[in-house]
């Protein structure tokens, strides 16, 4: 290990300090052939149509119950993955590290990293690290891109069909939630933690099954609200949804209700929302529910023709209203 216990400008210098932290901090944690290549780009071997993706990590706090931002980096770009069908492959990551940043809460995060790699069996194949100036940056940014085979083409926002099934893969707002409660000056005696989570084995799984998805979304900022509505807009058709169908714990509803949010705009890291047929949706939740570890996975509504680009929420009451996208910014640095 580098002996220096923070991060100094010297660490992205390019010079003993970075190459000594590249090899005790990253290539221990990412060893692969590929990235101990040290090549300026990575020599990759892929075929058929590739899916592409990209995403940087501001959050804030850097830990919290359930996760961290390294864990929440890999997830995050896998996740983006595995909504098109596409096997994570290849990430590339990059760090912007600010002076005096501890050591060991990089070699942690770090190690999460590689934790969460193993769960889709993704390797990072090639990465960037530059230190900035204390005051220049919130202590770690991370950037991570990644590449994935697709496996089954044609899911799309755009291909929602009348009298599908909308399903819900966990409890929403567990992320945005657990966020809040980390932030300083917010204590609360609570046991939620975050959804943050890999979910290519469950996707993995269905695809194993059969299961003929039209659409699949993780539910990330916006929450449950914007991937409905997006895929109301893209499909021009109408979404009704089951508000008492939708599955929400008892502190994410008590946390909501003391600051007057609503559980469906709240993000989520391990949650997705998926379109298919309703003849095999009961199936699609058996599969989940068993390989998954998706046990409040749930059918909250069904794609209409009627009100073509809205999402209507049937309440409890009788009542209906629409589920609009949520405004303004409602939790910032979430991800």
Same mark, same amino acid.
């Given at each position: 290990?580098? =002996? ?12 003993? !300090? #970075? ?9 221990? &944690?990412?060893?692969? @052939?590929?990235? =101990? ?14 899916? +592409?993706?990209?995403?940087?990590f501001t959050v804030s706090p850097l830990f919290f119950a359930g996760g961290d931002i390294g864990k929440l980096a890999i997830a995050g770009t896998v996740n983006d993955l595995a909504m098109m069908a596409a096997?994570?492959?290849?990430? /590339? ?21 590689? =934790? ?5 069996? &993704? ?5 960037? =690290? ?17 590449? *994935? ?25 567990? %992320? ?5 409660? &980390? ?5 609360? !005696? /609570? ?9 290519? @084995? ?11 998805? %039209?659409? #699949? ?18 499909? $021009? ?26 559980? +469906?705009?709240?993000?989520?890291? *391990?949650? +997705? ?8 949706? $009961? ?42 996208? @949520? ?9």
């Amino acid at each position: 290990m580098p =002996t220096k216990k923070t991060i100094q400008l010297s660490h992205g210098g390019g010079g003993k !300090e #970075m190459d000594q932290l590249i090899h005790d901090v990253f290539f221990k &944690a990412f060893d692969n @052939p590929i990235l =101990t290549a040290q090549e300026d780009a990575a020599k990759l071997n892929m075929c058929g149509h590739i899916a +592409f993706t990209t995403d940087s990590f501001t959050v804030s706090p850097l830990f919290f119950a359930g996760g961290d931002i390294g864990k929440l980096a890999i997830a995050g770009t896998v996740n983006d993955l595995a909504m098109m069908a596409a096997q994570p492959e290849y990430l /590339s990551c990059s760090f912007i590290i600010e002076e005096g940043f501890p050591l060991a809460d990089l070699t942690t995060i770090v190690n999460s990293m590689a =934790t969460e790699l193993r769960k889709s069996g &993704a390797r990072i194949v090639c990465g960037d =690290t530059k230190v900035v100036p204390k005051g220049c940056a919130d202590g770690l940014f991370i950037n991570t891109s990644g590449v *994935g085979r697709i496996l089954i083409p044609d899911i799309s926002a755009r291909n929602l069909q009348v009298s599908d099934a909308i399903i819900v893969s966990r409890d929403i707002g567990r %992320h945005g939630a657990a966020i809040l409660m &980390a932030r300083d000056g917010l204590s609360l !005696e /609570s046991e939620l933690y975050s959804d943050c989570d890999t979910l290519w @084995p469950i996707i993995e799984q269905l695809l194993a099954a059969n299961i003929k998805m %039209h659409a #699949m979304r993780d539910a990330t900022r916006g929450g449950l609200s914007a991937v409905l509505n997006e895929w109301a807009k893209a499909s $021009q058709v109408g979404i009704n949804v089951e508000e008492a169908s939708i599955p929400i714990c008892d502190e994410v509803k008590g946390l909501c209700e003391l600051f007057g949010f609503e559980p +469906f705009d709240l993000a989520n890291e *391990g949650t +997705f929302v998926m379109a298919l047929p309703m003849d095999i949706a $009961q199936a699609a939740i058996e599969v989940m529910q068993r390989y998954g570890h998706c046990e409040h996975a749930a059918i909250i509504g069904q794609v209409t023709a009627s009100h073509p680009g809205k999402v209507v929420l049937q309440t409890p009451w009788g009542s209906s209203r629409y589920l609009d996208l @949520p405004q303004g910014e409602l939790l910032p640095r979430i991800c």
